[in-house]
């Protein structure tokens, strides 16, 4: 936070601490509940406006799938990935695939478009909900 001029308070200090430390795509509530393991004084407000915050500094990228819940990653400058959303768990799986960068950029420069960044996100069920549905 300090490198982009960020205030930085003992509560945002933990709060991105516990963010960066963390795997996966969190929403705000499940952030929460880990800093309150470690600062129960810590309220849902700071984890909200700090989460807002390294969001629109670019040091987090918010993402929203579909189900009404905002989730933050952190933003790797070098790091590209791609979503698998189950839209009955909600479990989430980041890939990266060569021949679809390819073809995207392929389809944008026949349409001469220039990317300069996309979101692509697949839905539908995972290898277990589909498990438990025919089952």
Do not use: N
């Amino acid at each position: 936070m300090d490198k982009k001029g960020l205030r930085s308070t003992a509560q945002r200090r933990l709060v991105t601490e516990l963010f960066f430390k963390s795997d996966g795509h969190l929403s705000i509530e499940d952030l929460w509940a880990k800093v309150r393991r470690r600062d129960p004084k810590v309220g849902y407000a700071t984890v909200y406006r700090t989460l807002k915050m390294l969001a629109e500094s670019g040091i987090a990228y918010e993402r929203k799938f579909g189900d009404g819940v905002s989730r933050y990653e952190v933003a790797h400058e070098d790091e590209h990935h791609d979503h698998l959303i189950c839209t009955e768990c909600g479990r989430i799986v980041e890939f990266e695939d060569e021949e679809i960068e390819k073809l995207q950029e392929a389809l944008a420069k026949k349409a001469g478009f220039r990317l300069t960044r996309h979101v692509h996100e697949l839905y539908g069920h995972c290898r277990d909900c589909q498990a438990k549905a025919s089952a």
